[in-house]
């Protein structure tokens, strides 16, 4: 089917079904920002790949509503489609539902299925819809009968951690979400989003393409705890730990029966922003809900002293493949086509040769001058830029292994450059130094070091769309929860053992993008009459290209940064590298 026949479908349905508008979140049941093959819905109905968005659907109209990090490729991805762009004003805001206000009238009805959709979002439709006496249904799912082909939901196996790799057993995670339940009075708390269950559970698999993440669902009560999860997924061997620590397993599709039967009265803990709609609406007298962060959201974010060693170790195995591949870039180039789909072949294949790697942590950003200025560009056997010896190429990417995750991104020159292209690269730079080298009172969120990190830019009339970091997993999710740096007042501390991107950047609409990427632990600096202060240590190990910074947009403090920084770089990666990589490297760091 074409995207105008799946569309003209999916209107046949709702006409048959009295709806008059539809709505096709990005999401999956357990509200997942990557999802398995069976729930990219948005692609098999409109073509885009985005990672966020909503679709709404009439039968005049039929939108997407997405982000500035998408606005290029949407507009690309959508063309010949029936479906048109309609640009966020603000990141995740639910923007399509005043829209929905102001284009339908009362008696009109708007249908969406509860497994796509949060809680947080289904009542926000319901709060917004009702008062124009406009009717909701949230248990409609008109594409399962047109997708014909339909991935079915993915059986790779599962697998245990060890307590030595994680630092913590499942009995004293379980033990630290109960002490969280009892400040709350809950009885039961439900866990839908994956890696908050992959950390309790110590728990990893490939159910997602780039996270190591596993279907399941997870019930703790306080003397007990079942993990709703396909048993073929597990072997014997860790089925056994699993029931020896408390554990009960239970069949992944058995969830919403067991929550029926939830004794009348008792309290459910759940977070709204990270529990679907479907599996929400199952608990009797759902009201006496406790909608908050799930606890283990939290506690997963502050990564013990085990998880942060084993993350600096993990960074030198990255920094070795990555500085293999730019020696080896630098070389071939002009010597042979590379292309942007090449290039992150070729670092993929570096980095597999690392000990512990199991996968990309998501997929490679290779943007090859205009290319640079789409944040998220994934290259197509139609985009697949060919590199000439000019310009400037954006490398995003990164590492999930078994000792953590990764996530970086540097820009190098490929030969000539412009002054303006040395200015926005020598600023963004000066920005992430900013940012990285920023020490702050405990207790500051992600907008003020958003702020820190973007004053080297707004200084000059500079600004990016997209946020200044996100946090990151251990071996888990290269985008993690609760913290973020960027403009949104969200009321979450930065605290002690969390890792976060710090990630400024340019781009110029078909010419070039800049974004230069590091991973920092968040760690104690020291206390005064003025209170305790916090600052960053910087965890990314990888050279940044000097040859391309104009050092009279630098102040001296930004200059030493970047020396100790590359060397720093050399002292810890030249040990696992042999002669000719040393030498290299040397070059790349040297003092400027």
């Known amino acids: 089917m074409t995207y105008f026949e799946k569309l003209s479908a999916i209107r046949k349905q709702m006409s048959e079904q009295q709806i008059d508008a539809y709505i096709i979140p990005s999401s999956d ?71 929905l206000t102001e284009h339908l009238e009362a008696g009109n009805t ?80 439900l866990v839908s989003s994956l890696d908050d269950i992959a950390w309790i559970f110590n728990l990893r698999g ?30 014997q061997g860790d089925k056994e730990m699993l029931e020896g620590q408390g554990v009960t397993i239970v069949e ?5 029966e067991a929550l029926r039967q939830l004794p009348a009265g008792e309290t459910v803990l759940l977070d709204p922003k990270r529990t679907c709609y479907a599996v929400y609406t199952q608990i009797p007298q759902y009201e006496r809900v406790i909608e908050t962060l799930n606890p283990s ?44 789909i090449g290039i992150a072949e070729k670092l993929l294949a570096f980095r597999q040769k690392q000990h512990d790697f199991v996968n990309e942590s998501f997929d490679t950003i290779a943007g090859y001058m205009e290319h640079g200025a789409l944040p998220h560009y994934k290259a197509t056997e139609q985009s697949n830029a060919v590199l000439k010896e000019e310009g400037l190429l954006l490398l995003d990417s990164g590492g999930q292994y078994k000792t953590g995750t990764t996530d970086i991104t540097r820009v190098v020159s490929l030969g000539s450059t412009t002054d303006a292209e040395r200015m926005d690269y020598t600023l963004v730079l000066k920005a992430m130094i900013e940012g990285s080298t920023a020490i702050f009172p405990k207790g ?104 391309l910074v104009d050092k009279t947009l630098l102040d001296q403090k930004h200059i030493d940064w970047l020396n100790q920084y590359n060397n720093m770089v050399y002292e810890r990666l030249s040990p696992h590298l042999d002669a000719t990589h040393q030498q290299w490297l040397a070059h790349k760091t040297a003092i400027i």
């Open 29 to 99: 049941p357990h509200i997942s920002e990557y999802l398995p093959d069976r729930f990219k819905c948005i692609a098999f109905v409109s073509g885009f790949t985005g990672s966020a968005g909503t679709l709404v659907i009439t039968q005049n109209f039929a939108g997407l509503w997405t982000d500035s990090r998408y606005f290029v490729q949407a507009n690309d991805q959508l063309k010949n489609t029936g479906f048109e762009l309609v640009k966020l004003k603000t990141q995740g805001a639910a923007e399509y539902i005043t829209w």
């Open 110 to 189: 708007v249908a969406f299925d509860g497994k796509l959709a949060s809680v947080y979002v289904a009542k926000q439709l319901i709060d917004q819809l009702q008062p124009h006496k406009i009717l909701i249904n949230g248990t409609v799912d008109l594409l399962d009968r047109i997708w014909q082909d339909r991935p079915a939901l993915p059986k790779e196996k599962a697998y245990i951690l060890e307590n030595e790799l994680v630092g913590e057993s499942i009995p004293e995670k379980i033990s630290k979400v109960r002490e969280a339940m009892k400040k709350f009075n809950a009885g039961y708390h």
């Open 206 to 235: 490939s159910d997602v393409k780039c996270n190591p993440v596993v279907l399941s669902f997870a019930l703790v009560e306080p003397a007990k705890t079942t993990l709703f999860i396909n048993g073929n997924k597990l072997v």
């Open 252 to 256: 992944y599709d058995a969830l919403e």
């Open 297 to 340: 959201t939290t506690l997963k974010a502050c990564k013990n002293d085990i998880e942060a060693e084993h993350t600096r170790q993990t960074m030198v195995k990255d920094g070795v493949a990555l500085t293999e591949f730019f020696k080896w870039l630098e070389e071939q180039l002009g010597k042979e086509d590379l292309t942007e």
């Open 444 to 547: 500051s969120k992600g907008y003020q070091i958003d702020a820190i990190t973007r004053k080297p830019l707004w200084d000059r009339l500079r600004n990016y769309g997209h946020g200044t970091g996100h946090g990151v997993g251990f071996f888990l999710n290269v985008h993690e929860g609760p913290h973020v740096f960027n403009t949104a007042n969200i009321d979450i501390a930065i605290e002690e053992g969390m890792i976060t991107s710090i990630e400024p950047g340019l781009y110029r609409e078909g010419r070039y993008g800049i974004r230069i990427e590091n991973l920092v632990l968040s760690v104690r600096d020291q206390e005064t009459e003025f209170g305790e202060f916090m600052a960053f240590e910087t965890l990314t190990l990888c050279y940044i290209d000097t040859s």
